[in-house]
């Protein structure tokens, strides 16, 4: 492992930690702060779909499947899973991609990781040449950019 490899993986480590990214489902009620209107309009929908099915002859004795159903997809709204980011997960275009995003596109590397580059004596000058002008080019780095300079390193 590279030095900018080992870099990066203790910084997105300390993220996964910080953020408490560990792909475990945790309770929350984010979804009705975020969506009031949708939450209020799952209810309308559901106690109007109860009362047809409640006056009509055919379904009525189905209204309990609707019930049990409703309580089960509910229940996901009530749960969000903060997945957990990982160094091989960079560059990999596979499902992962659809459950994460592209994080190591969207996401800036903090600042102290690119001091600790720039500081360690593990990295050669043409690294460290080539990040600061990845900085001067680009201003924030993404988690790919300190990526592609590792993988550059190891190449070397």
């Known amino acids: 492992m590279t030095e900018i490899q080992r870099l990066l993986t203790e910084t997105i480590e300390s993220l996964n930690t910080r953020e408490k990214r560990d792909n475990k489902p945790r309770f929350s009620i984010s979804f009705i702060r975020k ?19 409640l006056q009509s002859e055919t379904l009525s004795g189905s209204v309990w499947l609707l019930v ?13 899973v903060y997945p957990r980011y990982r160094y091989e997960d960079i560059d990999v275009l596979d499902f992962r991609v659809c459950y994460n995003g592209e994080w190591y596109n969207t996401r800036f590397v903090p600042a102290a990781l690119v001091e600790a580059i720039l500081n360690s ?30 993988r550059a390193e190891s190449t070397s």
Do not use: C, W
């Open 121 to 150: 004596p593990r990295v050669a000058d043409v690294h460290k040449e080539q990040l600061q002008k990845m900085i001067v080019r680009k201003g924030e780095l993404s988690f790919y950019d300190i990526f592609t300079l590792a």
């Open 35 to 53: 969506h009031p209107g949708l939450f209020i309009g799952m209810y309308v929908a559901f106690f109007a779909t109860l009362a047809v099915m």
């Open 68 to 80: 049990v159903l409703f309580i089960l997809l509910n229940g996901f709204f009530f749960f969000d």
